[in-house]
């Protein structure tokens, strides 16, 4: 995921782009190299310094992004429609890597992140940044109840998060998984105002390119 977050930015315009090409996406997987080099086996165990810096390289994709989205705004109101093709395809991608980077950034920071959810008992996890249906299904009928959290030991994985990262880009708001801590309403609401503006930028350009 973190690849293709990599590669989403690195093949948008050159006008969208800070700096040389290659410079950031360059750094970025610099830091993801040096990640998976000083711990290749990191969904079975895990440090501080390395949650730091997964979320480090999260946070520089999730800005340089924010950049771009910026830049794409100036250039979809600056320029003629000969170029709304391939301004409309960049939106897409910056749309596609904001919820790459979001997804990543739930996974990790919810109930002290991937290793700890899964191989510390339920009982000594941190608290929830999200509340998922899982978690809330054990007082339904028999064939719900049995996946719930409570009677399963369900715990979320990389798929919830990026569902629920999708899910706020397109509804512009929560849907069926709940965000309990500051600091996931304040990444949830960024998410969905970033996507708000992509659309109805987009949907505006859209339609003036029609005229």
Partial sequence: MVVAAIALYALLPEQLILG???AIPALEAVL?????AVNPRRMT???RWERVAALSLAGLIAVTNAAALVLLLRQLVSTGNDRAVELLIAAGQVWLTNVIVYG???WELDRGG????THLP????????????????????????AGSSKISDWVP???DYLYVSLSNSSAFSPTDTMPLSTRAKIL??????SALVISVVVIAKGVGSLS
């Avoid at 009982?123 to 054990?138: K, Y």
């Fill in 20 to 22: 040389p090409r290659l």
């Fill in 32 to 36: 993801l190299g040096a990640l998976i």
């Fill in 45 to 47: 165990r895990d440090n």
């Fill in 104 to 106: 990543l950034a739930f």
């Fill in 114 to 117: 991937p290793v700890v959810r």
């Fill in 122 to 145: 339920r009982h000594q996890l941190p608290r929830a940044d999200f509340r998922f249906p899982q978690d809330e299904d054990h007082d339904t009928i028999d064939e719900v109840q």
């Fill in 157 to 159: 994985a990389i798929v």
């Fill in 188 to 193: 949830m609401g960024i998410e969905s105002t």
